[in-house]
């Protein structure tokens, strides 16, 4: 074995930036998931709003991926994506998934379980007006997405015949397989790093009206 192979048992931090109480935790986990966040974004955390993704099939097989955060209102984490897409078939068969958000910047790391539905037409053409023009076109390109292309020069001649269809100035249609999907949890966790892996691990889960807060081992 090569002296410059690094040696996965070795790597290895001891987490000391903070610790987590039930004293200090808001009520209700999104008011708690909102204070988190704005942490992240004042601490200058890259893609604070980014998120692994896991879903799983019909038979159980899982997969994972990171998306973005885009909304987080009435109760719900959502996000947007083409329908034809492995996760979105894998949630239109199976319409439970998981949420990871890990900030590692301040030793934390959120974890969202529920059930997912699809968002309102409404609300995909809302974000979908809001992206950037690039973005839009993008979305168009990647009707398609996953399926096996010749090489990226497919991609770049889509896009231009997209950039002739719709020129600079006019407004680019919601693509009708994209959209949004929002999560309704029944389960999240606020995860605070702590020396010698004695983690600090509260658990929300709904209980009638209200939520119970459990302390979980590391």
């Not at 590692?104 to 379980?113: D, F, T």
């Amino acid at each position: 074995m090569s002296k410059e192979t690094i040696r996965l048992a070795d790597l290895r931090e001891n987490y000391e930036r903070a610790g987590l109480a039930e004293a200090d935790v808001a009520a209700d986990p999104f008011l708690q998931f909102e204070r988190w966040f704005k942490d992240a974004v004042e601490s200058g955390v890259t893609d604070p709003n980014a998120m692994t993704l896991a879903t799983a099939n019909r038979e159980g097989e899982p997969s994972a991926r990171t998306v973005l955060l885009k909304g987080l209102n009435d109760g719900h984490f959502s996000f947007f994506t083409n329908y034809s897409s492995r996760k979105a078939q894998d949630l239109e068969a199976n319409p439970r998934a998981s949420l990871v958000m890990h900030w590692r910047e301040l030793e934390r790391q959120i974890i969202i379980r529920g059930t997912v539905s699809r968002t309102s037409e409404e609300e995909s053409r809302s974000y979908f007006q809001s992206r950037p023009r690039g973005a839009q076109i993008g979305a168009w390109v990647s009707e398609h997405q996953t399926s096996a292309i010749t090489d990226r020069s497919h991609l770049e001649n889509l896009e231009a015949q997209l950039n002739q269809k719709w020129p600079e100035g006019s407004e680019i249609p919601l693509p009708p397989f994209w959209g949004g999907f929002r999560v309704k949890p029944d389960y999240i966790e606020f995860w605070q790093g702590r020396p010698s892996r004695l983690h600090d691990r509260l658990v929300f889960t709904p209980e009638g009206g209200d939520w119970n807060i459990t302390r979980l081992s590391p």
